[in-house]
C-alpha cells in the first residue's frame, strides 16, 4: 500500500498492541461463558485474530473468541465436553468456506440501513451491559455478588480517569493511542500508589505455552455429525452476520470497500485450523474493530500485531499482563460502547418512516434480549414485508374503450405474490365488453404467484364468455409466461407496434 509510511506503521503496531490488551478479559470471560479454560479463549483469539487479519478482505477489522457464539457453545460444552465443540468448530469453518465458495457475502448488501442501526446500537448496549459482570466477585456461597461498596467507588473511579484520558489526550498529543496511554497511566497508579482493586489476574491465569495440535476425539461417525451440526450450523450463521455487518459499518466509517467473500473464506479457515488447535473459534469483535479504526489502523498489520502481542503475553508477560486493573479496560469498552452507538438515529426516529423506526428499535431490542442472528434476521424479514406489503398497495389500472370497443386496463405497478389479491380485484368481467386488453406496458410480471392471478383472471374472463389479449408483456415477462403453457394458453403474433399475447379462451 502505498500510503504505508513508518508513521502509518507505528500507528498500526501500537493499536495492535492497544487491541492485544483489550483482548485478554474478553476471551478469558467469553472462555468461561462457555464452560471451557480461559486459555481456550485465548488461544482462539490468537488463532482468529492471526489468520483473518493476515488473509480476510477488511483490513483493520479484528476477529476473536465472541459472546454471541460462546452463548450458543455452552449447551453443547455441558452437554457433551469440549471435544465436541472443537469438532464443531472445524465444522463450522468448513461451513463458513463453503458460504464463501459460493460468493454468497454480497448479500449482505442487502441489509437495509435500518437493520444496520439497530445492529450497530444493539451490540453497543450489549457491550456496555458485558461489563457490569467485571463489578462483581464469587461469594462464599458459590454466586457471584456485586463488589463492597468501597471496592466499587475505586473502580468507578478509575474507571473516570480512564474514560477522562481516552478523550482529553488526542486534544494534546496524538503520538500513543489515548486508549493505551490511558491503560498504561491506570496501571501505573494502581501500581505506585498499592490500589487494591480487581485485575485481569482475577479473572483467571493466562500464562501458558504456544497451542498445540489436537484432533478432536469424538468418534468418526453419524451420530458425532448429528450432534454437532445444528451447533455448528447456527454459529457459522452467527460468525459471518456479525463478521459482515461488523465490515459493512467499517465500510461506512472508513469509506472504503471490503471484500465479503474473501473476509468469509478467512473466518472459516482460521476457524478450522482453530479447532484443531482445540479453542472455541471466533468471528469479528466490534468491539476491539472500534477501537483500532478509532485509533487510525487501516492496515492488516494491526491485526496481525494484535495476535503477535498476545501471544507474547501468554508466553513471557503473562505475570505483567495480570496485574493490568479491570477497571482501565472496563474504561476503555465503555468508550467504545458510547462511540459505537449511533446516537444520530435517536434524532432520526422522529423523522424517518414509522417502519424503518420501529425495525431500529426493533433490532436494537432483540439484539440485546437475545442475540444478534435473530435480530437481524427479524429485521430483515420485517422489512422484506414491508416492501412487498408497499409494492402490493402500488398495483392499480386505468381504464377506457378504445376504437375498437375493446375495454383496455392499463396495468401499473409489479403483480408478484403480495399484489395478485388487489390485481384480481380490478377487474369486472361480468360487466366488460366482449374483448378486453390487458396492458403491460408500465407494469412486470415477476413471480409464479402473477402468472397464476393472470391464470385465473384468464378463466374469470371464460366463464363470462369474453376474451383477454395480454399486450405489450417484456420479454422477460413472455419468457416467465412461456413457462406456463399449461395455465395460460398463449398466442404470440406479430404486431407492427407491439406484441400480444392472445388468451383465446373464450
Known sequence: MSDFNTSSLKTNVLSGLTVSLAL??????????????????????????????????????????AGALAVVMVALVTQHGAEYLFAAVVLMGLLQLFFAACKLGKLIRMVPHSVMLGFVNGLAIVIFMAQFGHFKSLGADGDMHWVGSESLAIMLGLIAVTMAIIYLLPKLT??????????????????????????????????????????????????????????????????????????????????????PNRESMAQGLANVVGGFFATMGGCAMIGQSMININNGARHRISGIAAAVFLLGFILFLSSWIELIPLAALIGLMFVVAQKTFAWGSLRALRKIPRQDAIIVIGVTVITVL??????????????????????????????????NGMKVYQLRGVLFFASAANFSRLFTPNEDPSHVVLEFAEARVVDHSAVEAIDSLA?????????????????DCLELLSKA??????????????????????
Not at 482462539?44 to 477488511?58: D, E, P
Not at 482493586?197 to 491465569?205: F, L, P, Q, R, Y
Not at 374472463?461 to 420479454?475: D, M
Open 24 to 65: 485478554v478479559p474478553e476471551a478469558i470471560a467469553f472462555a468461561l461463558v462457555a464452560h471451557v479454560s480461559p486459555l481456550t479463549g485465548l488461544y482462539a483469539a490468537f488463532i482468529v485474530c492471526l489468520i483473518t487479519a493476515a488473509l480476510g478482505g477488511r483490513p483493520g477489522m479484528i476477529s476473536g473468541a
Open 174 to 259: 496524538t503520538a500513543i493511542p489515548s486508549a493505551l496511554a490511558a491503560i498504561l497511566v491506570v496501571a501505573g497508579l494502581v501500581a505506585a500508589f498499592g490500589i487494591d482493586t480487581k485485575t485481569v489476574g482475577d479473572m483467571g491465569s493466562i500464562a501458558g505455552g504456544l497451542p498445540q495440535f489436537h484432533v478432536p476425539n469424538v468418534p468418526l461417525n453419524l451420530e458425532t455429525l448429528y450432534i454437532i451440526f445444528p451447533y455448528a450450523l447456527i454459529l457459522a450463521a452467527i460468525g459471518l452476520i456479525e463478521t459482515l455487518l461488523t465490515l459493512n459499518l467499517i465500510d461506512e466509517m472508513t469509506d472504503t470497500r471490503g471484500k
Open 370 to 403: 437475545t442475540d444478534l442472528a435473530v435480530a437481524v434476521l427479524a429485521g430483515i424479514v420485517f422489512a422484506a414485508l414491508v416492501f412487498a406489503w408497499q409494492q402490493a398497495k402500488q398495483i392499480q389500472a386505468n381504464t377506457f374503450i378504445d376504437n
Open 459 to 475: 378463466n374469470r374472463y371464460q366463464q363470462a364468455g369474453k376474451t383477454l389479449h395480454l399486450r405489450h408483456l417484456s420479454a
Open 485 to 506: 403453457k399449461d395455465m395460460v394458453e398463449i398466442d404470440v403474433y406479430a404486431d407492427p407496434h407491439y406484441h400480444i399475447a392472445d388468451s383465446k379462451l373464450g
